[in-house]
């Protein structure tokens, strides 16, 4: 149990469809996060949340809608998506906004919602 | 932003140690080392950080070049379970986000 659970692990959507990702952390961070892992690419930096606030938009296309209704949940919504979404969905939490320092350890990721795009 | 260099993979031997390179060039003065993990089918997960000092936990043990120009992360006795792609990541702090690559994977023979 990493702290972070995300669901669904497996998705399987049409291009029309609607869905939603869903993350949950009770770690008691602050700060939750939306990565995109593609095959054979670095994560992607999606979307960053800090205190149920919007910090950062990474250029993302509008048919991913991210939410984060408290501290705890963070959803990815997403419609119309193509082929080349498909990807691992990432989401994690840390204590602090983009932590650092020697007694700061890092990101705590969940274990991803694998998404395919038919 | 600074950026790391790994080799894209390596071989270990069980109950072997394992050394995991990484090139830094260009770190700055700020930067920490992070070391990160991601076992097949999961997220990837924190293993360990560093500044100039060596850090040892009880994952792993990182080695910091007194240059600061290069790292090593050593596992001191791999398992079938230490299979798993490795990150290492400069984090500048200042709200900066972490910069990824494609990390090194290390494959672990019976």
């Known amino acids: 149990e990493t702290g972070v659970t995300q669901t669904p692990r497996h998705l399987v959507m049409g291009m029309t469809n609607k869905k939603s990702l869903k993350c949950e952390q009770h770690l008691g961070h602050n700060a939750m996060y ?10 992607e930096l999606m979307f960053v949340y800090s205190l149920e606030e919007r910090v950062e938009n990474n250029s ?13 949940h963070l959803f990815l919504h997403l419609h ?39 | 932003d600074a950026k790391t260099t790994q080799p894209n ?12 390179p990484c ?20 997220g990837p997960e924190y293993v360990i ?3 100039t000092s060596n850090v040892n936990n009880r994952m792993a043990s990182l080695a910091i070049a007194e240059d600061r120009k290069s790292s090593t992360l050593i596992l001191h006795r791999a398992t079938l379970r230490d299979a798993a792609v490795y990150y290492c990541i400069l984090n ?8 990824w690559g494609l990390g090194t994977s290390l494959a672990v023979n019976p």
């Not at chain 1, 939306?34 to 994560?43: E, H, I, N, V």
């Not at chain 2, 500048?92 to 910069?99: D, E, Q, S, T």
């Open chain 1, 80 to 118: 119309t998506l193509q082929p080349e979404d498909s990807a691992l969905y990432l989401c994690a939490s840390s204590q602090d906004l983009f932590p650092a320092g020697i007694n700061n350890y890092g990101y705590t990721f969940g274990s991803g919602t694998r998404l395919t795009v038919v």
């Open chain 2, 9 to 20: 993979s390596m071989e270990s031997n069980e109950e072997e140690p394992v050394h995991l």
């Open chain 2, 92 to 99: 500048a702090g200042n709200n900066r986000k972490l910069i």
């Open chain 1, 34 to 43: 939306w990565y995109k892992q593609s095959a054979k690419k670095p994560l």
């Open chain 2, 49 to 51: 950080h560093g500044l």
């Open chain 1, 60 to 72: 993302v296309p509008s048919r991913f809608s991210p939410e984060c209704p408290n501290s705890s």
């Open chain 2, 23 to 42: 090139n830094h060039s260009t770190i700055s003065g700020t930067d920490y080392i992070h070391w990160y993990r991601q076992l097949p089918s999961q």
